[in-house]
């Protein structure tokens, strides 16, 4: 194990509180512990952490990679902005959600979609706002 399961669920709870993301939202964790399991993004062998997101039933599930490598190169306070990052997924995915379901088969607009939003969780993700009430 590279980096501590517990941590990644403890971290969630933390962020979804901070952003006010309960009820009627279901929110699962998943952490990949044994190399058997599938990847968090069996199109991005690199991906070491992802959010699905199906805002329609308030449901969203968080994917993290335990045993990615690249945790051993990150300190503590990046799995904590990494799963800060994962966690805004959720609010933005109502937005991109809908939007790339209008946009249909239009894979250059989807694909410029899916990159606003994850300039959008970026910003939000190094914001000095946490650092005060975080
Ligand atoms: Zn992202």
Redesign the pocket.
């Known amino acids: 194990m590279i980096a501590p399961p517990e941590e990644f669920e403890r971290l969630v709870t933390k962020y979804l509180g901070l952003l006010g993301i309960g009820h009627p939202w279901k929110v699962e964790v998943v952490v990949r512990t044994d190399p058997e399991e599938s990847l968090v993004d069996p199109d991005d062998p690199d991906a070491y952490a992802a959010?699905s997101c199906l805002p329609e039933y308030y449901r969203a599930t968080l994917h993290f990679d335990a045993l990615h490598e690249s945790w051993q190169s990150v300190e503590a306070g990046d799995i904590e902005r990494c799963v800060r990052?994962?966690v805004l997924?959720i609010p933005l995915g109502i937005l991109s959600c809908l939007a790339r379901d209008m946009l249909g088969g239009n894979t250059a607009a989807r694909e410029a979609i899916r990159q606003a939003?994850?300039r959008v969780?970026?910003l939000l993700e190094f914001a000095p706002l946490w650092d005060q009430g975080g």
Do not use: D, M, Q, V
Request: proline letters at 0%; charged letters at 40%.
């Open positions: 959010c990052h994962e997924h939003e994850e969780a970026t």
